[in-house]
């Protein structure tokens, strides 16, 4: 790292101008005991819950258990050099990370510090993790979309700005791939990504960087990092200073889109914090207030009025709404949804994307259950193309589950149930999507009009997908303009309709797959 | 596990109480300070923990050292702490009831740090402008430091006023090193 030493001066000249001198009149305390980053001290006699504690060798803790003669606090990072008897000081100031877009590109740790090495972040603004979501009067039923480039998730769960949409599934059935996919497809669709790692392998942290930085998604994507080897309390932190780092944007009258990768892991390091802060456990040994740590950082994920934004930059954006939309992801242990911390995030969630390992095995990949996965408001924002043509996808699917476990037992079959199952098959090979690869609007119209009218009928299983990609192409250089009128106008005329089944017929005349 | 403070509370709060009520508390103050002395004596310590001690003869000798230091209710204080098995925690009920008592008079202890000695008039001056801040008649301890380089220190209970140079001197290195 480069530093030239103009650079240092000035830091340091502003540094003394904001220097002050007066006597500094504060509250401070004993450390009695410092337990595996829990420290209890004495005294702090006016400390607020939530407050920053400096430490000696600065340090910071955050002051989260006040008891009658004893705070207890979590240390922010290392602790080891915190002995007893040490005195540490009350702050006055709630824990606070920087935000704006100064961080975009950028790769830190829960408390807003670059750990990428490419130097200081120069924010000038920092802001409060803790806030209370916005109340229903500034909020704004959600309704456009947030495209993720999956043709199972666009046509059958679709995601609106400012929903929240629940991503679960048991361990290796690619819940980072659908969120980082949806990630990627966010290029020059006008919204910030921040994708927040907790407890985390490092090494998995920096695979996900590297594959955004080559698909050019670190552009506009922010990642905030509490790996496996931090501390508890930072991984605690992680998902509230990436939603603060987020709610910026959705203030000003922009759309962000956040990952929390995972909370099931956040659970867990707050249950470590609670447990060694000696609060009762209860089911699962979670604290009791397990369910509301999930449920106010879910709330702060919302679409805002024009108002609360004219508000809120006292009149420098009118006209906007800005949104943040939440894909929070939740680990579960084979397959049981009905544990603890599945069931909190289900039921706060405005739906959820189920991935299962034996659809997975299958190669069914993006593994999603299309029965149980639900999004409860997306129907609203779903791009209108896709709503038009994905919505038998659905119904193809649930009707093949049916029939196909009632096939298992006849050995001959009517002709409109063999129509059907083969239908279904196809409808199943189709959803299949390669990872990195998210599909455009046009892409995924021109795969669904397809499908719909029949073309994929005489198409063997085993070259649905080889038949898609051949057909992307053609149509993409050869009826180019059709193509960008349906990518701009998000709509098929009756007109466009008949022009792109002409240039389907077209394709299957003059090429083979 | 409560804190030893957390335990002493009630007790420091009975003693207080019944020595406001019959307005003895001076006579308290000293039977707890007396009491608190001898139970943190070496030899007395070892005592109280002994396993092997019966907790009768523990009272019995307790009572015998104190002799007519305590009085009839300070011998009910000792017998129920005895019985209890809370022999060890009297220092801090004393501490606990000093508290109470210093609360009750509208005292506070400050504790005056500074690098030169100040004068009788400086001190006064200073103990009447933390008595206007606190609101509460200040008891003052006046020591000399002169690792401070310059300025005072004032610790009031949990409060602390820096205005000493180390102190600004260490805000400094903490401000440029942020």
Redesign the interface.
Do not use: F
């Given at each position: 790292m480069q530093l030239s030493t103009s650079e240092i001066s000035e830091l340091i000249k502003s540094r003394l101008e904001n220097f002050s001198t007066s006597a500094e009149a504060r509250t401070q305390g004993t450390v009695i005991s410092v337990t595996d980053g829990i420290v209890r001290i004495h005294g702090l006699s006016n400390v607020m819950a939530g407050e920053m504690i400096e430490f000696p060798g600065n340090t910071f803790g955050l002051a989260l258990n006040l008891e009658r003669d004893s705070v207890g606090a979590v240390v922010l990072g290392d602790y080891e050099h915190i002995t007893e008897g040490d005195i540490c000081k009350c702050t006055g100031r709630i824990l606070e990370v920087p935000v704006g877009p100064e961080l975009i590109g950028r790769v830190v740790n829960a408390l807003g510090q670059p750990i990428d090495g490419k130097g200081p972040v120069n924010a000038k603004m920092t802001d409060k993790i803790e806030k209370v979501a916005p109340g229903v009067i500034a909020r704004k039923s959600v309704s456009q979309p947030v495209q993720t480039g999956l043709k199972s998730v666009d046509s059958m769960v679709p995601v609106g700005r400012g929903q929240r949409e629940l991503i679960i599934g048991d361990r290796q059935t690619g819940k980072t791939a659908v969120a980082i996919d949806a990630i990627i497809n966010q290029k020059g669709q006008n919204m910030t990504c921040i994708y927040v790692a907790i407890g985390q392998k490092a090494s998995t942290v920096a695979n996900v960087v590297r594959k955004l930085e080559e698909n050019g998604a670190l552009a506009y994507t922010i990642v905030v990092a509490a790996t496996a080897s931090d501390s508890a309390a930072l991984q605690f932190l992680a998902p509230y200073s990436g939603c603060t780092m987020g709610e910026y944007f959705r203030d000003r009258g922009e759309d962000a889109l956040i990952v929390y990768d995972d909370l099931t892991k956040q659970a867990i390091a707050y249950r470590q914090i609670s447990l060694l802060l000696r609060r009762p456990p209860g089911r699962e040994a979670y604290p009791g207030d397990v369910f509301y740590i999930h449920s106010r950082l879910l709330e702060r994920a919302a679409r805002v009025n024009e108002e609360y934004v004219e508000k809120f930059t006292n009149g420098a954006i009118k006209g906007k709404t800005g949104s943040l939309t939440a894909l929070p992801v939740i680990e579960t242990a084979a397959g049981d949804v009905s544990a603890f911390v599945p069931t909190n995030v289900i039921s706060i969630t405005d739906g959820q994307i189920f991935l299962e390992t034996d659809l997975f095995n299958a190669g069914i990949r993006p593994a999603i259950n299309a029965g149980i996965s639900v999004s409860r408001v997306g129907g609203a924002a779903q791009t209108k193309v896709i709503k038009k043509l994905g919505g038998g996808v659905r119904l193809a699917l649930a009707q093949y589950r049916e029939l196909a476990a009632f096939a298992q037992f006849a050995s001959d079959l009517d002709e409109a149930t063999r129509k059907q199952l083969d239908r279904g098959r196809m409808f199943t090979e189709l959803m299949k999507q390669a990872q990195y690869a998210p599909l455009s609007i046009s892409n995924m119209a021109i795969t669904l009009l397809a499908a719909n009218k029949g073309y994929f009928d005489d198409v063997p299983t085993n070259k649905v997908l080889a038949f898609e990609t051949s057909l992307h192409g053609f149509m993409g250089s050869k009826y180019k303009a059709l193509m960008d009128g349906i990518e701009s106008s998000k709509d098929l005329a009756g007109d466009n309709e008949k022009a792109v089944e002409a240039a389907i017929q077209d394709f299957k005349a003059t090429n083979a797959y | 596990m409560a804190?030893i403070?957390?335990i002493a509370?009630p007790y420091a709060v009975a003693a207080y109480k019944l020595g406001k009520e019959s307005k003895s508390l001076a006579k308290w103050s000293e039977m707890l300070g007396f009491a608190a002395a001898v139970s943190s004596d070496a030899q007395m310590q070892a005592y109280i923990q002994d396993p092997k001690v019966v907790s009768s003869d523990l009272l019995a000798t307790f009572l015998k050292v104190a002799g007519d230091k305590l009085n009839e209710h300070g011998q009910n204080l000792i017998k129920v702490l005895v019985e209890y098995n809370r022999m060890s925690i009297l220092p801090a009920i004393t501490s606990a009831f000093e508290e109470l008592k210093a609360q009750d008079e509208g005292t506070l202890d400050a504790q005056i740090i500074a690098a030169a000695k100040p004068s009788a008039a400086e001190i006064k001056d200073l103990v009447k402008r933390l008595e206007a801040k606190f609101g509460k008649k200040i008891e003052a301890t006046v020591s000399v430091d002169s690792e401070l380089i310059g300025?005072i220190k004032i610790i009031v209970?949990?409060?602390?006023?820096?205005?000493s140079v180390k102190?600004?001197l260490q805000?400094?290195a903490?401000?440029?090193?942020?």
């Open positions: - | 804190e403070s957390t509370r300025g209970g949990d409060t602390v006023i820096d205005a102190g600004q805000n400094l903490y401000t440029l090193s942020a």
